[in-house]
Nanobody
Framework: QVQLVESGGGLVQPGGSLRLSCAAS????????MGWYRQAPGKERELVAR???????NYADSVKGRFTTSRDNAKNTVYLQMNSLKPEDTADYYC????????????????WGQGTQVTVSS
């Protein structure tokens, strides 16, 4: 069994910063891409940022230059540093990962975290 657990969400004023973390645990053989998605009320879930196992990143246009994703492969953890936050960044943020799961005969399966809420408001 594999779990993704996010942390670091909360309430922040416009222009502020937050750092999200997502730790993967369980029957993990390896982790391929990891990423962050978000879903605002009444909107579809959208990609925020993704990072490959080798550290190659891509970002949504709306967060380029403000958000940075990184990972610590030794800790099976991915991070999202969010700077210059705007009210429109308010959403539930979800961690996502493609994980080679030992218990599933080493198949690569896609997993989601439970989400962490980010609210940007004065």
């Amino acid at each position: 069994q594999v779990q993704l657990v996010e942390s670091g969400g909360g309430l922040v004023q416009p222009g502020g910063s937050l750092r999200l973390s997502c730790a993967a645990s369980g029957t993990i053989f390896s982790i391929n891409d990891m990423g962050w998605y978000r879903q605002a009320p009444g909107k579809e879930r959208e990609l925020v940022a993704r990072i490959t196992s080798g550290g190659i990143t891509n970002y949504a246009d709306s967060v380029k230059g403000r958000f940075t994703t990184s990972r610590d492969n030794a800790k099976n953890t991915v991070y999202l540093q969010m700077n210059s936050l705007k009210p429109e960044d308010t959403a539930d943020y979800y961690c996502n990962a493609d994980i080679q799961d030992i218990r599933s005969k080493y198949r690569v399966l896609n997993y989601w975290g439970q989400g962490t809420q980010v609210t940007v408001s004065s």
